[in-house]
C-alpha cells in the first residue's frame, strides 16, 4: 500500500538544525512533485517548500528561504528537507505529501513528524 513515512523530527533549541526525511513506497516516487506541508500549534496548513520531478526546480515560503533546502533521492524513494538557524516559529508538524506529475490535489500524504524549536 502507498506510504509517505516522516522522521527526523524533534526537539531543537533556535538556531539548531534538523534534517527531515520521507520514505514513500507503494507508487512510482520519481512521477511525483514532492511538497512539505506544516501546521503550527492552533494553525492551518502552511506550504514550506516542493520539488518537481527530477529535483532541477525548488521552491520555498518566504518564511524559510535561505534557510531550508528540499531534495530528493529518487533511488531511494525518499525526500528530504534540512532545516538551519531554526527559529521558534518554524514548530510544528511537518508533513510531507506528493502530487502526481505536479497536478491541482495532493494525492498522498504523510502522518506527520513533530519539530519544536526551543530553549
Known amino acids: 500500500q502507498v506510504q509517505l513515512v516522516e522522521s527526523g523530527g524533534g526537539l531543537v533549541q533556535p538556531g539548531g538544525s534538523l534534517r527531515l526525511s520521507c520514505a514513500a513506497s507503494?507508487?512510482?516516487?520519481?512521477?511525483?512533485?514532492m511538497y512539505w506541508v506544516r501546521q503550527a500549534p492552533g494553525k492551518g496548513l502552511e506550504w514550506v517548500s516542493h520539488?518537481?520531478?527530477?529535483?532541477?526546480?525548488?521552491y520555498y515560503a518566504d518564511s524559510v528561504k535561505g534557510r531550508f533546502t528540499i531534495s530528493r533521492d529518487d533511488a531511494k524513494n525518499t525526500l528530504y528537507l534540512q532545516m538551519n538557524s531554526l527559529k521558534p516559529d518554524d514548530t510544528a508538524m511537518y508533513y510531507c505529501a506528493a502530487k502526481f506529475r505536479g497536478g491541482n490535489e495532493y494525492n498522498y500524504w504523510g502522518q506527520g513528524t513533530q519539530v519544536t524549536v526551543s530553549s
Open positions: 507503494g507508487f512510482t516516487f520519481s512521477n511525483y512533485w
Open positions: 520539488i518537481n520531478i527530477g529535483g532541477g526546480r525548488t
